[in-house]
């Protein structure tokens, strides 16, 4: 069973930084990317970044040049480092693993943006 945790969702003030982090627990063999997503109150879920095995990593345009994605060497740690927050950025993130072909998500952590 693969089990997926995020954390470090807060409310900070437009201009402030949050760093998420999601760990990725149980049999994760054969893992083929990871990455994060967020749906925010009364939109479609949407991709923010991903990271594929070999490192290469994607950004949504609207989060770009702020936003950095990372993942330890034992790729069961993914984090993602936002910076120069947008009251647009609110949203429920959710970290998603892909092992085996499969995708498992977490149950999502609240940034919330404030002006």
């Known amino acids: 069973q693969v089990r997926v945790l995020e954390s470090g969702g807060s409310s900070v003030q437009a201009g402030g930084s949050l760093k998420l982090s999601c760990v990725v627990s149980?049999?994760?063999?054969?893992?083929?990317?990871m990455g994060w997503y967020r749906q925010a109150p009364g939109k479609e879920m949407e991709s923010v970044s991903r990271i594929s095995t070999d490192g290469s990593t994607t950004y949504a345009d609207p989060v770009k040049g702020r936003f950095t994605i990372s993942q330890d060497n034992g790729r069961n740690t993914l984090w993602l480092q936002m910076s120069s927050l947008k009251t647009e950025d609110t949203a429920v993130y959710y970290c998603?693993?892909?092992?085996?072909?499969?995708?498992?998500w977490g149950q999502g952590t609240q940034v919330t943006v404030s002006s």
């Open positions: 149980g049999y994760i063999s054969g893992t083929c990317g």
């Open positions: 998603a693993a892909c092992v085996r072909g499969a995708n498992y």
